[in-house]
Protein backbone atom coordinates (compact mmCIF):
# COMPACT_ATOMS: atom_id res chain seq x y z
CA UNK A 1 0.00 0.00 0.00
CA UNK A 2 1.58 3.49 -0.78
CA UNK A 3 2.46 5.67 1.82
CA UNK A 4 -0.28 8.30 2.82
CA UNK A 5 0.74 11.93 2.32
CA UNK A 6 -0.82 15.16 3.15
CA UNK A 7 0.49 18.56 1.27
CA UNK A 8 -0.05 22.07 2.21
CA UNK A 9 0.79 24.83 0.40
CA UNK A 10 0.65 25.17 -3.40
CA UNK A 11 2.33 28.52 -4.18
CA UNK A 12 5.62 28.10 -6.24
CA UNK A 13 7.45 25.90 -5.14
CA UNK A 14 4.85 23.73 -3.12
CA UNK A 15 3.00 22.98 -6.08
CA UNK A 16 5.91 21.52 -8.05
CA UNK A 17 7.48 19.55 -4.65
CA UNK A 18 3.35 18.27 -4.43
CA UNK A 19 3.44 17.71 -8.46
CA UNK A 20 6.16 14.97 -7.61
CA UNK A 21 4.76 13.32 -4.97
CA UNK A 22 1.38 12.60 -6.66
CA UNK A 23 3.60 11.61 -9.83
CA UNK A 24 5.94 9.37 -7.92
CA UNK A 25 2.51 7.03 -6.74
CA UNK A 26 2.17 8.28 -2.80
CA UNK A 27 -1.39 8.34 -1.56
CA UNK A 28 -1.36 12.52 -1.54
CA UNK A 29 -4.19 14.72 -0.59
CA UNK A 30 -3.61 18.16 -0.72
CA UNK A 31 -4.42 21.78 0.65
CA UNK A 32 -4.40 25.04 -0.53
CA UNK A 33 -6.43 28.24 0.07
CA UNK A 34 -6.42 28.76 -4.03
CA UNK A 35 -8.56 26.57 -6.11
CA UNK A 36 -6.83 26.49 -8.89
CA UNK A 37 -3.57 24.42 -7.79
CA UNK A 38 -5.95 21.77 -6.05
CA UNK A 39 -8.18 21.38 -9.66
CA UNK A 40 -4.28 20.80 -10.79
CA UNK A 41 -3.28 18.40 -8.23
CA UNK A 42 -7.07 16.74 -8.62
CA UNK A 43 -6.18 15.51 -12.68
CA UNK A 44 -2.89 13.99 -11.18
CA UNK A 45 -5.14 11.76 -8.88
CA UNK A 46 -4.26 13.53 -6.03
CA UNK A 47 -7.39 13.60 -2.72
CA UNK A 48 -8.62 17.17 -2.27
CA UNK A 49 -9.03 18.17 1.25
CA UNK A 50 -11.25 20.95 2.74
CA UNK A 51 -9.09 21.91 5.63
CA UNK A 52 -5.57 21.45 7.38
CA UNK A 53 -6.87 18.95 10.13
CA UNK A 54 -8.07 16.73 7.18
CA UNK A 55 -4.75 16.62 5.87
CA UNK A 56 -3.51 15.60 9.39
CA UNK A 57 -5.85 12.63 9.09
CA UNK A 58 -4.81 11.66 5.80
CA UNK A 59 -1.19 11.86 6.12
CA UNK A 60 1.58 9.29 7.80
CA UNK A 61 3.85 11.90 6.57
CA UNK A 62 2.41 16.05 6.57
CA UNK A 63 4.65 18.03 4.36
CA UNK A 64 3.76 21.79 4.48
CA UNK A 65 5.21 24.95 2.44
CA UNK A 66 3.35 28.09 3.75
CA UNK A 67 4.94 31.48 4.30
CA UNK A 68 5.99 32.33 7.81
CA UNK A 69 5.63 31.40 11.47
CA UNK A 70 2.66 32.61 12.02
CA UNK A 71 1.41 30.51 9.41
CA UNK A 72 3.08 27.46 10.12
CA UNK A 73 1.74 27.86 13.56
CA UNK A 74 -1.25 28.31 12.77
CA UNK A 75 -1.60 25.99 9.94
CA UNK A 76 -0.64 23.12 12.72
CA UNK A 77 -1.31 24.32 15.98
CA UNK A 78 -5.07 26.38 15.34
CA UNK A 79 -8.63 25.47 15.48
CA UNK A 80 -9.14 22.69 12.47
CA UNK A 81 -5.10 22.61 12.40
CA UNK A 82 -3.07 19.88 11.74
CA UNK A 83 -2.66 18.11 15.11
CA UNK A 84 -6.31 18.30 15.69
CA UNK A 85 -6.44 15.62 12.74
CA UNK A 86 -2.86 13.59 13.00
CA UNK A 87 -2.64 10.23 14.25
CA UNK A 88 0.24 8.68 16.46
CA UNK A 89 3.20 7.76 14.22
CA UNK A 90 2.87 10.19 11.65
CA UNK A 91 5.33 13.05 11.22
CA UNK A 92 5.40 16.69 10.37
CA UNK A 93 7.89 17.96 7.90
CA UNK A 94 8.13 21.88 8.03
CA UNK A 95 9.76 23.21 4.66
CA UNK A 96 8.82 26.41 5.09
CA UNK A 97 11.93 28.84 6.33
CA UNK A 98 10.86 29.64 9.48
CA UNK A 99 13.06 30.77 13.21
CA UNK A 100 14.43 27.10 14.40
CA UNK A 101 12.46 28.17 17.88
CA UNK A 102 8.97 27.41 15.96
CA UNK A 103 10.26 24.24 14.94
CA UNK A 104 11.00 23.62 18.45
CA UNK A 105 7.84 24.80 20.19
CA UNK A 106 5.66 22.90 17.70
CA UNK A 107 7.70 19.58 17.95
CA UNK A 108 7.28 19.89 21.97
CA UNK A 109 3.48 19.85 21.02
CA UNK A 110 3.41 17.62 18.55
CA UNK A 111 5.15 15.03 21.06
CA UNK A 112 1.48 15.08 23.30
CA UNK A 113 -0.24 13.88 20.27
CA UNK A 114 2.92 10.79 19.37
CA UNK A 115 3.43 12.88 16.53
CA UNK A 116 7.10 13.74 15.29
CA UNK A 117 8.46 16.62 13.58
CA UNK A 118 11.14 17.28 11.29
CA UNK A 119 12.46 20.62 9.72
CA UNK A 120 13.13 19.95 5.97
CA UNK A 121 14.02 23.65 4.03
CA UNK A 122 14.45 23.43 1.00
CA UNK A 123 16.55 25.67 -1.86
CA UNK A 124 16.37 25.30 -5.86
CA UNK A 125 12.91 27.30 -6.49
CA UNK A 126 9.82 26.23 -8.54
CA UNK A 127 12.82 25.74 -11.31
CA UNK A 128 14.53 23.34 -9.01
CA UNK A 129 11.22 21.16 -7.60
CA UNK A 130 10.34 20.77 -11.27
CA UNK A 131 13.83 19.53 -12.50
CA UNK A 132 13.82 17.43 -9.12
CA UNK A 133 16.93 18.90 -8.34
CA UNK A 134 15.75 20.54 -4.89
CA UNK A 135 18.68 21.12 -1.65
CA UNK A 136 16.66 19.66 1.35
CA UNK A 137 18.42 20.57 4.57
CA UNK A 138 16.93 18.69 7.23
CA UNK A 139 17.26 18.74 11.32
CA UNK A 140 15.61 16.30 13.94
CA UNK A 141 15.33 12.31 14.56
CA UNK A 142 17.27 10.75 12.00
CA UNK A 143 14.81 7.94 12.37
CA UNK A 144 11.78 9.95 11.31
CA UNK A 145 14.02 11.68 8.81
CA UNK A 146 15.06 8.26 6.76
CA UNK A 147 10.77 7.65 7.31
CA UNK A 148 10.62 10.48 5.00
CA UNK A 149 13.49 10.22 2.78
CA UNK A 150 11.56 8.70 -0.08
CA UNK A 151 9.09 11.37 -0.40
CA UNK A 152 12.00 14.02 -0.24
CA UNK A 153 13.61 11.92 -3.14
CA UNK A 154 11.15 12.91 -5.52
CA UNK A 155 11.73 16.65 -6.01
CA UNK A 156 15.59 16.50 -4.48
CA UNK A 157 18.97 15.91 -5.99
CA UNK A 158 20.74 16.37 -2.51
CA UNK A 159 19.37 15.99 0.93
CA UNK A 160 21.12 16.42 3.66
CA UNK A 161 20.59 15.25 7.54
CA UNK A 162 22.54 17.98 9.50
CA UNK A 163 21.70 17.30 13.43
CA UNK A 164 19.23 17.71 16.16
CA UNK A 165 15.54 19.67 15.48
CA UNK A 166 16.50 23.02 14.38
CA UNK A 167 19.32 22.82 12.27
CA UNK A 168 17.86 22.66 9.11
CA UNK A 169 16.18 26.23 9.81
CA UNK A 170 19.67 27.35 10.65
CA UNK A 171 20.93 26.29 7.79
CA UNK A 172 18.62 27.26 5.24
CA UNK A 173 18.53 31.05 7.43
CA UNK A 174 22.83 30.74 6.99
CA UNK A 175 21.98 29.83 3.17
CA UNK A 176 19.87 32.30 2.19
CA UNK A 177 21.65 35.26 3.82
CA UNK A 178 24.55 34.59 1.65
CA UNK A 179 22.12 34.72 -1.06
CA UNK A 180 20.90 37.78 -0.78
CA UNK A 181 23.91 39.11 0.07
CA UNK A 182 25.34 38.00 -3.47
CA UNK A 183 22.50 39.69 -4.87
CA UNK A 184 23.53 42.87 -3.76
CA UNK A 185 26.97 42.26 -5.26
CA UNK A 186 25.07 41.21 -8.41
CA UNK A 187 23.12 43.29 -8.84
CA UNK A 188 26.02 46.31 -8.74
CA UNK A 189 28.43 44.81 -10.77
CA UNK A 190 25.85 43.61 -13.56
CA UNK A 191 24.47 47.60 -13.19
CA UNK A 192 28.25 49.05 -13.57
CA UNK A 193 28.98 47.06 -16.25
CA UNK A 194 25.09 47.83 -18.17
CA UNK A 195 25.48 51.38 -17.47
CA UNK A 196 29.01 51.74 -19.01
CA UNK A 197 27.76 49.74 -22.18
CA UNK A 198 28.19 46.24 -22.11
CA UNK A 199 25.66 43.27 -23.07
CA UNK A 200 24.58 41.72 -20.11
CA UNK A 201 24.73 38.17 -21.96
CA UNK A 202 27.88 38.81 -22.47
CA UNK A 203 28.80 39.92 -19.13
CA UNK A 204 27.19 36.84 -17.41
CA UNK A 205 29.52 34.77 -19.12
CA UNK A 206 32.50 36.23 -18.13
CA UNK A 207 31.44 36.45 -14.52
CA UNK A 208 30.61 32.93 -15.02
CA UNK A 209 34.28 31.94 -16.61
CA UNK A 210 35.93 34.54 -14.06
CA UNK A 211 36.38 34.51 -9.85
CA UNK A 212 33.05 36.39 -9.30
CA UNK A 213 31.20 33.33 -10.96
CA UNK A 214 28.44 32.10 -8.70
CA UNK A 215 24.45 31.23 -8.86
CA UNK A 216 23.11 33.82 -8.23
CA UNK A 217 25.17 35.63 -11.01
CA UNK A 218 25.07 32.63 -13.23
CA UNK A 219 21.75 33.40 -13.39
CA UNK A 220 21.40 36.88 -12.83
CA UNK A 221 18.91 37.78 -16.06
CA UNK A 222 16.17 34.95 -14.97
CA UNK A 223 17.22 36.25 -11.10
CA UNK A 224 16.16 40.05 -12.08
CA UNK A 225 12.55 38.57 -13.65
CA UNK A 226 11.61 36.38 -10.75
CA UNK A 227 9.17 39.39 -9.22
CA UNK A 228 7.51 39.06 -12.40
CA UNK A 229 6.70 35.36 -12.33
CA UNK A 230 6.48 35.09 -8.38
CA UNK A 231 2.61 33.79 -7.19
CA UNK A 232 2.01 36.84 -4.81
CA UNK A 233 3.67 39.36 -7.41
CA UNK A 234 6.72 41.35 -6.45
CA UNK A 235 5.65 42.63 -2.95
CA UNK A 236 5.08 39.19 -2.02
CA UNK A 237 8.46 38.38 -3.42
CA UNK A 238 9.86 40.99 -1.53
CA UNK A 239 7.98 40.43 1.39
CA UNK A 240 9.41 36.68 1.83
CA UNK A 241 13.28 38.05 1.44
CA UNK A 242 12.48 40.80 4.03
CA UNK A 243 11.18 38.25 6.31
CA UNK A 244 14.31 35.83 5.95
CA UNK A 245 16.52 38.17 6.22
CA UNK A 246 14.47 39.44 9.97
CA UNK A 247 15.02 36.13 11.06
CA UNK A 248 18.51 35.77 10.60
CA UNK A 249 19.49 38.75 12.10
CA UNK A 250 17.58 37.61 15.02
CA UNK A 251 19.03 34.27 15.02
CA UNK A 252 22.69 36.44 14.79
CA UNK A 253 21.37 38.30 17.85
CA UNK A 254 20.18 34.82 19.74
CA UNK A 255 23.46 33.41 19.10
CA UNK A 256 25.91 36.70 19.79
CA UNK A 257 27.09 36.85 15.94
CA UNK A 258 27.11 40.28 14.23
CA UNK A 259 25.84 40.44 10.59
CA UNK A 260 26.35 43.72 9.08
CA UNK A 261 26.30 42.25 5.79
CA UNK A 262 22.38 40.97 6.50
CA UNK A 263 21.71 44.41 7.78
CA UNK A 264 22.39 46.35 5.12
CA UNK A 265 20.83 43.83 2.54
CA UNK A 266 17.78 44.11 4.46
CA UNK A 267 17.80 47.67 3.64
CA UNK A 268 18.71 47.75 0.21
CA UNK A 269 17.58 44.75 -1.31
CA UNK A 270 14.17 46.08 -2.70
CA UNK A 271 16.70 47.97 -5.33
CA UNK A 272 17.51 44.23 -6.48
CA UNK A 273 14.45 44.20 -7.91
CA UNK A 274 13.40 47.61 -8.99
CA UNK A 275 15.83 47.44 -11.79
CA UNK A 276 14.38 47.11 -15.34
Known amino acids: MATRVGFIGLGNIGKPMAVNVAKAGFDVM ?13 ALGAKVARSAQEIGAHGE ?6 VDDAQVEAVILGEGGVLNGAKSGSVIAIHSTVHPRTIRKIAELAKAKGVGVIDAEVSGG ?37 GELGSGAIAKLAHNLIVYVNMMAASEGMRLAEKAGLDLKAMQEVVHAGAAQSRVADNWLQTRRLKDTY ?3 PQGLLQLIHKDLRLALELGHDVGVSLPGAALAQQLIDRVFAQD
Open 126 to 162: DRGAENKTLCYMVGGDKALFEQCRPVFATSGANIFHL
Open 61 to 66: IIELVV
Open 231 to 233: TSG
Open 30 to 42: VYDLRQEPLQELA
